[in-house]
């Protein structure tokens, strides 16, 4: 019954590959992101999806695509994989917006880039 | 951008004491949240405040609110080791895109 989640857990992989990381939300929300968390755990959102539309797209690399396939769902694939790639990725929803409520979250992806 | 700043960025305190953890922000903002992490799992919500709001209470937790002074902190009495961990504090602005934006985060440590 967990409300958010991730998979994998644990992504290690080379420089140059391409490699996605799936979300999934049983709590009904409508919005969904994706936050990546750096080594100082610094938290920096990434995306934000409400209702399978994307709303907020901060300077992220074109390498990182997200895809929304329903609103439950909100997929993270990254290319051409650099060492600085290197951090955990959060995914977390809400409903309504983070004016009206809480985020929550999912465990985290590690992604290491070798 | 980064947008809260918490401070100290690690306390380490005795089980049983209080711990007070300060966040500062920058711009006007609809509502302060403050979330926990322990090690290697995801971020909890702990409270929501609002901007009209000047204090809250949940459990333990009491946070406060000065807009004037763009600060905010969260009090945890009577500590235990289960504490342990970052505490992070996330504003929404007034203006722009409604995102959480997170502080840098308090790492508190309870010794028993």
């Known amino acids: 019954d967990t409300a958010v989640s991730q998979t994998p857990k644990y992504l290690v992989t080379q420089m140059g590959n391409d490699k996605s990381i799936k979300c999934e939300q049983n709590?009904?929300?409508?919005?969904m992101y994706w936050y990546k968390q750096d080594s100082k755990k610094f938290l920096k959102i990434m995306f934000s999806?409400?209702?399978?539309?994307?709303?907020i797209n901060e300077t992220v690399p074109n390498r990182f695509s997200p895809k929304s396939p329903d609103k439950a769902h909100l997929n993270l694939h990254i290319n051409s994989l650099e060492l600085g790639d290197s951090a955990v990725y959060f995914c977390?929803?809400?409903?309504?917006?983070?004016?009206?409520?809480?985020?929550?979250f999912g465990e985290g992806s590690r992604l290491t880039v070798l | 951008s980064q947008q809260g700043e918490e401070d100290p960025q690690a306390l380490s305190i005795q089980e049983g004491e209080n711990a007070t953890m300060n966040c500062s922000y920058k711009?006007?903002?609809?509502?302060l949240q403050w979330y926990r992490q322990n090690s290697g799992r995801g971020l909890v919500h702990l409270i929501l405040?609002?901007?009209?709001?000047r204090e809250k209470h949940s459990g333990r937790l009491r946070v406060t609110l000065d807009t004037s002074k763009k600060s905010s902190s969260l009090l945890i009495t009577a500590s235990r080791a289960a504490d342990t961990a970052s505490y992070f504090c996330?504003?929404?602005?007034?203006?722009?895109?409604?995102?959480?934006?997170f502080g840098q985060g308090t790492r508190l440590t309870i010794n028993p």
């Open positions: 709590l009904g929300h409508d919005t």
């Open positions: 996330a504003t929404v602005e007034v203006q722009g895109a409604q995102k959480l934006v």
């Open positions: 711009t006007s903002i609809n509502n």
């Open positions: 977390a929803s809400t409903l309504g917006g983070p004016n009206t409520g809480e985020l929550f």
């Open positions: 999806y409400n209702n399978k539309e994307l709303i």
């Open positions: 405040i609002r901007s009209n709001e």
